[in-house]
């Protein structure tokens, strides 16, 4: 989410390709964290209160 939210605010005033391109470099080493948080969710983890 911190990743999602740097990408916001250093987009402004870029071209769409080097905003797209800025975001990359941003998230690409997040990748990972993301899918293992997809599975523990897709498991049942955080549902519920949990």
Not at 20 to 49: P, V, Y
Request: glycine residues 18%; charged residues 35%.
């Amino acid at each position: 989410m911190l990743a999602d939210r740097m990408n916001a605010h250093e987009q402004w005033g870029k071209s769409l390709p080097e905003a797209l391109h800025g975001e990359w470099e941003r998230s690409k080493d997040r990748i990972a964290d993301g899918l293992d948080g997809a599975g523990r969710f897709a498991g049942g983890e955080g549902r519920h209160g949990k």
